[in-house]
């Protein structure tokens, strides 16, 4: 892992390794030097990715998009960007924020930037090829994204009544009906997607995934929180903490020293 801090985060886009094209072909007109083509633009696949995230410990939008990397096979390089401190309103109006508008996770590839996780994981499909992320089966990827989508879009109690805060964990406390009625909701998607799409996998829909990318800072908040959870699910939450990219992840996210005091109270309090 590059943990940096603030000083040392670079302002402007990495620049790629050279790359020599073949001659463009040209011609002569009246003097002046025609181009038959296009100078060849340098291919992003020659430049190694850069992740932008957040706090490892906090972050759970930067979980997804590092998730998303990892699975994607692809090696890149880390930039963990400590969020709200002292540097932190400076470092977000930096060159490589600006496309995001100031939020992580941030994907550059080359000179192409992409932000927000969802359009991450899609460019990585794109990438790397659709079935690291996405189910075959016609009706269990129309499922799996659509899941996605919601995790994406939706789910707003349970995201802002419970941050994600994996290096704490808190006794079980009463729930507001709001994300009650959201974990009835994830619960039961859960529930379907395993039945129907599980098979013999320990995943959502088998493998792991796009969707369990999606949902790996629920199961964090999950068990942060003490939320009870059906018996069904359990299974699913051991596989996703004894996933090795999420081990990576929670190893880094206790062993980072920031702490932001604002998501360190608990629920009852921040109520
Ligand atoms: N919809 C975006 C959300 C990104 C987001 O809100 N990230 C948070 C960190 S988890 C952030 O950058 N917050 C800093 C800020 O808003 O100033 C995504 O899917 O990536």
Redesign the pocket.
């Known amino acids: 892992m590059l943990a940096i801090d603030m000083t040392t985060v670079p302002t402007s886009v990495s620049v790629s390794p050279a790359i020599t094209h073949p001659p463009t072909p040209s011609l002569e007109r009246e003097g002046e030097l025609v181009r038959l083509t296009p100078p060849p633009r340098a291919t992003t696949s020659l430049a190694m990715l850069k992740l932008i995230i ?1 706090n490892k410990a906090y ?4 979980l ?2 590092w998730l998303a990397v990892k699975q994607s096979g692809l090696p890149f390089e880390e930039i963990v960007v400590p ?1 709200y401190d002292e540097a932190w309103d400076k470092v ?1 109006e930096g060159d490589e924020f600006a496309p995001s508008s ?4 941030i994907l550059w590839d080359g000179d192409t930037v992409v ?4 359009a991450i994981v899609d460019w990585l499909a794109d990438r790397v090829g659709r079935e690291k992320f996405w189910p075959e089966d016609d009706a269990a990827r129309a499922m799996a994204r659509s899941m996605a989508a919601e995790m ?1 879009s939706g789910y707003a109690a349970l995201r802002r009544e419970h941050g994600m805060n994996i290096r704490k964990r808190y006794p079980p406390a009463p729930l507001s009906a709001e994300v009650q009625a959201e974990l009835t909701r994830l619960f039961e998607l859960w529930a379907q997607a395993r039945a129907r799409f599980g098979g013999s996998g320990d995943f959502l829909f088998g493998d792991f995934g796009a969707v369990d990318i999606m949902f790996a800072p629920v199961c964090t908040r999950l068990v942060t929180y003490s939320i009870p959870v059906p018996r069904f699910a359990l299974p699913y939450l051991q596989a996703v903490f004894a996933h090795p990219y999420m081990q990576d992840w929670i190893a880094d996210a206790q062993a980072e020293e920031w702490v932001i005091e604002k998501f360190e109270v608990a629920p009852s309090a921040a109520a």
């Open positions: 957040g972050s759970s939008w930067s997804r998009g969020l977000r100031g939020k992580v996770p932000w927000d996780s969802l994406h």
